[in-house]
């Protein structure tokens, strides 16, 4: 099992950068495919990106591809997503999850553990 805790979410204006954190607890962190999912108001869960267990392969949505990298480090536990070019239609409740499977998938139901999420404001 693990836990996930994110952090760095904040309000900010179009065209900034922010920086989210994920840290993960146990010790087979490694063992876990890493996602990052956002929920706007009144819309549902929405894929983000996910990044393979040893870092080896990613996958973003179309709305992100460009300009938000997810990257992580296992020595530390630790999944990242890098978000440049904030638009306000990235306002959402950032959470990580994390699938104790090999292959990356967009599909919320398929990872097992989730984070509380972090709230990302893009002001215009």
């Known amino acids: 099992q693990v836990q996930l805790v994110e952090s760095g979410g904040g309000l900010v204006q179009a065209g900034d950068s922010l920086r989210l954190s994920c840290a993960a607890s146990g010790r087979t962190f490694s063992s876990y495919v890493m996602g990052w999912f956002r929920q706007a108001p009144g819309k549902e869960r929405e894929f983000v990106a996910a990044i393979s267990r040893r870092a080896g392969a990613t996958q973003y949505a179309d709305s992100v591809k460009g300009r938000f990298t997810i990257s992580r480090d296992n020595a530390k536990n630790m999944v990242y997503l890098q978000m440049d070019s904030l638009k306000p239609d990235d306002t959402a409740v950032y959470c990580c999850?994390?699938?104790?499977?090999?292959?990356?998938?967009?599909?919320?139901?398929?990872?097992?553990?989730w984070g509380q999420g972090t709230q990302v404001t893009v002001s215009s």
């Open positions: 999850a994390a699938r104790l499977e090999t292959v990356l998938t967009t599909t919320p139901g398929r990872y097992q553990y």
